[in-house]
């Protein structure tokens, strides 16, 4: 049975965590479920808005399947386990719509690495934020200590990945990594499509490929992407492609 869903609602994509007796933990299953939905939405011009949710309200994710990673021999950790995480964490943070964590309760671990993969995160009041994985003999490994890094001011970041304390919404809210302490998250986040909506499609995902190009996020890609946008839209790359298809040489406009 998946423990991960898909529900496309108009333009509004939601990828639900479905598994509240292991608190949403991730399995393998749902780290290629991910992988996929990803694909999908980018694909969908028709999608404007992404919300990541769960079911119940004692977790958003508490983190990692034990159970998923616990017999792993050293090398299928660190090659597969942590390099899989960490590369469909990083695909969800670079799609190209806008994405919304609606956090109903606890993230934990891999739960924390998942919102902060999102653009913009709301919290429930009692809900609470953790790096447990030293208790566990392990380290963060989907961005803990990397994307965490630039949402989190290092003296916190320090105090839940060391020491092993818990962030409350109110400090989370403090320190800005999440936007809003509300008592129901998900309907939240799905009040934000009227505002994404009345927004340019285009707009949006050229401003969020900037504010990725500047913190560093996939920077690459976001100045290719941008300069390629540029560059397809003039007439030099019209003569240049119907040059190529007539075999003869282009005579570039320079506009």
Not at 86 to 103: G, N
Not at 107 to 132: S, V
Not at 238 to 250: D, L
Request: charged share 25%.
């Amino acid at each position: 049975m998946s423990q991960l869903h898909l529900h496309l609602r108009g333009p509004v994509a939601e990828i639900r965590l479905d598994n509240p007796a292991k608190l949403n933990a991730f399995t393998v299953e749902m780290l290629g479920q991910l992988a996929g939905y990803c694909d999908l939405i980018d694909r969908r011009p028709d999608l404007r808005l992404v919300i990541v949710s769960a079911a119940g309200e004692r977790a958003f994710c508490a983190g990692a399947d034990i159970t998923a990673w616990g017999n792993l021999s050293p090398a299928d950790f660190a090659r597969h386990w942590v390099r899989d995480g960490h590369r469909i964490f990083d695909r969800l943070a670079r799609l190209t719509k806008p994405t919304v964590a609606a956090l109903s309760g606890h993230a934990f671990g891999g739960g924390l690495e998942l919102a902060a993969a999102c653009d913009m995160r709301l919290i429930a009041p009692k809900a609470t934020l953790a790096l447990p994985e030293a208790g566990v003999g392990i380290v963060p490994g989907w961005s803990g200590t990397q994307r965490l890094a630039r949402l989190i001011p290092e003296p916190l970041l320090k105090e839940m990945a060391l020491f092993g304390r818990r962030l409350g919404a109110e400090r989370a809210l403090a320190c800005g990594f999440v936007a809003e302490i509300v008592a129901d998250p998900r309907a939240a986040a799905e009040a934000l499509a009227e505002r994404v909506l009345a927004s340019s499609p285009r707009a949006i995902e050229v401003t969020k490929a900037m504010i990725h190009a500047a913190v560093g996020e996939d920077r690459g890609a976001a100045v290719e992407m941008l300069g390629a946008g540029m560059i397809a839209a003039t007439e030099d790359r019209a003569e240049g492609v119907a040059a190529f298809r007539e075999k003869r040489k282009p005579e570039f406009p320079g506009t």
